[in-house]
Every structure is written in structure tokens, then in C-alpha cells.
T-cell receptor, first 120, second 116 residues
Framework: EPEVTQTPSHQVTQMGQEVILRCVPI?????FYWYRQILGQKVEFLVS????????KSEIFDDQFSVERPDGSNFTLKIRSTKLEDSAMYFC??????????????????FGPGTRLTVL | AQKVTQAQTEISVVEKEDVTLDCVYE???????LFWYKQPPSGELVFLIR??????QNEISGRYSWNFQKSTSSFNFTITASQVVDSAVYFC?????????????FGKGTRLHILP
């Protein structure tokens, strides 16, 4: 069964450093997402990406964050200058919508296993 | 505005007991999806179910069952004959009119402890 993969599984960095979290979405998927989960809290939407541009972003996704699809397979999240509060689990997801006769999508978002980011 | 409320922060039950996790949602849309995800201690998000707003039929999958009631905007999840391996955080979630680029809004989760 196809799956979303993420690397690394755990990243430790110093405050102020840049980090790049990598994701390989399911190969025929067209929509890509990043979510964040601070330890012990709920999963929060960061950004969605389609057709090589951001579709929607949350308030969390400020100028320190950027996303990119540098090639046909990877989808990356870059945090330019990490802060302590960026410590969290980051989940990538992908989807490929179809439209049923009811007008409702036939597919759903598949989540990767997450990258745990620790900022010291 | 879209919102998912899981009022139960933490539940503990003894193994083999049945347990119901509550979920109440808010949305302005008539077309939407509801989800349940399981997050075991290892941290990954395990997809359990997706239900669209047009289908109010209850669903059963093994020991798991879901009760969707649009009249009360609820989508409750029941585990029968609970097992220790069911211990996890369970998230209810909502996506409005998912056309592929719609975000999923998660509730705060319910931490379930199954005691041996």
C-alpha cells in the first residue's frame, strides 16, 4: 500500500538555525499539506500546496516558514530561523481528490509518520 | 466557523469494558467530512474512519463503531470490549467540502487509558 514518508524521524537543532523537513507524498497525489502538533496538544493545520503554490496557510505559517516541491517527488517545509516554540511533531499529508456524483471528494488525506523537531 | 470539540480530555477504563468517545462539531457547510484518528504512544496518526455528511448510517468495524447524528452535530466513537492496545489519544476531525485542498480541523483529542 502506498504511503507518505518523512525524513528525518527526529531532528534536533539549535535556536536560530534553519531546518528543512522532508516529505515524499504518495506518487499520484496532487495536494500536499503540513500540520504541526506541539507536545500534548492537538494537530494544527499549517499550509496546503497545490499546483506549485500555496493554497491556504494558517496564522502559524508566518514568514519564517516556507514550502517547496523541488522535484517531482519531494515536498519540503523550511523553517528559516527556529525558535524554541517551533519544537513539535510535524506531519506531512497528501491527497488526490476525485469528485463523486454527490460533489464530495472520494479521497482523503494520508499522513506521514511525522518528524519530531526539537529546538534547543 | 469550523470547530471540533472533544469534551473528554482523558478516560480510563478497565480492559473489556466498552467506552464511548464523544465528538461534537460545528460547520456552516452542508457538505463536509468527519474523521477519527488514533495516535498511539509512537506518535503517528492512524486513520480510522472518514464519514461524509450525506451518510448518517452508523458504521461498525470489528470492535469499533461510530454514531453520526447530524441533528446533534455529533460523531461519537465506541470501542467495545476494550483492550490494552487501544490505549492512545483519539482525535476527531472535520474537513469542509473537501475538494482536495481543504484543511482538516482536529479536536484536542481524548487520551484513553485501558487498564489491565
Amino acid at each position: 500500500e502506498p504511503e507518505v514518508t518523512q525524513t528525518p524521524s527526529h531532528q534536533v537543532t539549535q535556536m536560530g538555525q534553519e531546518v528543512i523537513l522532508r516529505c515524499v507524498p504518495i506518487s499520484n497525489h496532487l495536494y500536499f499539506y503540513w500540520y504541526r502538533q506541539i507536545l500534548g496538544q492537538k494537530v494544527e493545520f499549517l499550509v496546503s500546496f497545490y499546483n506549485n503554490e500555496i493554497s491556504e496557510k494558517s496564522e502559524i505559517f508566518d514568514d519564517q516558514f516556507s514550502v517547496e516541491r523541488p522535484d517531482g517527488s519531494n515536498f519540503t517545509l523550511k523553517i528559516r530561523s527556529t525558535k524554541l516554540e517551533d519544537s513539535a511533531m510535524y506531519f506531512c499529508a497528501s491527497s488526490s481528490p476525485g469528485v463523486a456524483t454527490s460533489g464530495v471528494s472520494t479521497d482523503t488525506q494520508y499522513f506521514g509518520p511525522g518528524t519530531r523537531l526539537t529546538v534547543l | 466557523a469550523q470547530k471540533v470539540t472533544q469534551a473528554q480530555t482523558e478516560i480510563s477504563v478497565v480492559e473489556k469494558e466498552d467506552v464511548t468517545l464523544d465528538c461534537v462539531y460545528e460547520t456552516r457547510d452542508t457538505t463536509y467530512y468527519l474523521f477519527w484518528y488514533k495516535q498511539p504512544p509512537s506518535g503517528e496518526l492512524v486513520f480510522l474512519i472518514r464519514r461524509n455528511s450525506f451518510d448518517e448510517q452508523n458504521e461498525i468495524s470489528g470492535r469499533y463503531s461510530w454514531n453520526f447524528q447530524k441533528s446533534t452535530s455529533s460523531f461519537n466513537f465506541t470501542i467495545t470490549a476494550s483492550q490494552v492496545v487501544d490505549s492512545a489519544v483519539y482525535f476527531c476531525a472535520l474537513s469542509e467540502a473537501p475538494q482536495g485542498d481543504d484543511k482538516i480541523i482536529f479536536g484536542k483529542g481524548t487520551r484513553l487509558h485501558i487498564l489491565p
